[in-house]
């Protein structure tokens, strides 16, 4: 009889994925607080289930950032995933009545994470070997 073991898959980490490993980690960083920021009395802001969702998404990102830059592939998907999540919970900021400079934040958080995700993923380009 023989065993299997299953083994996270490690492979070498491009300088493309390396930066947007770094977006994400400081995006995913930047998330973590958020449940202390809930808007005092009297005013409008997002509810405080989507304030804990974004800390608890912000630490889960804080981790596979740091185990995908060990080279954990798994971890990578897992971080975008957290940061993309962790966008969407803004998106209902262009559709309600807010100040623009909150629009302008959430656009910029969809650009970041588009750019964090794309070179999170992106592979290093080598030349097609030509046999003949």
């Not at 185990?67 to 897992?78: D, K, P, Q, Y």
Request: hydrophobic share 55%; charged share 10%.
């Amino acid at each position: 009889m023989s065993t299997i073991a299953a083994t996270a898959h490690r492979s070498a980490i491009t300088t493309k994925q390396r930066v947007g490993l770094v977006l994400c980690g400081l995006y995913s960083l930047a998330s973590v607080p958020s449940v202390l920021e809930s808007p005092p009395d009297g005013e409008e802001g997002p509810p405080m289930a989507i304030l804990v969702v974004g800390s608890i998404l912000g630490l889960i990102g804080l981790v596979a950032t740091v185990m995908a830059w060990r080279g954990n592939r798994v971890a990578l998907r897992v971080a975008a995933g957290a940061i993309i999540i962790v966008t969407l919970t803004g998106l209902p900021a262009f559709f309600v009545d807010v100040p623009m400079f909150i629009k302008a934040f959430v656009g910029v958080s969809v650009v970041l994470t588009v750019v964090a995700v794309v070179l999170m993923f992106s592979t290093d380009r080598r030349p097609a070997s030509i046999t003949d």
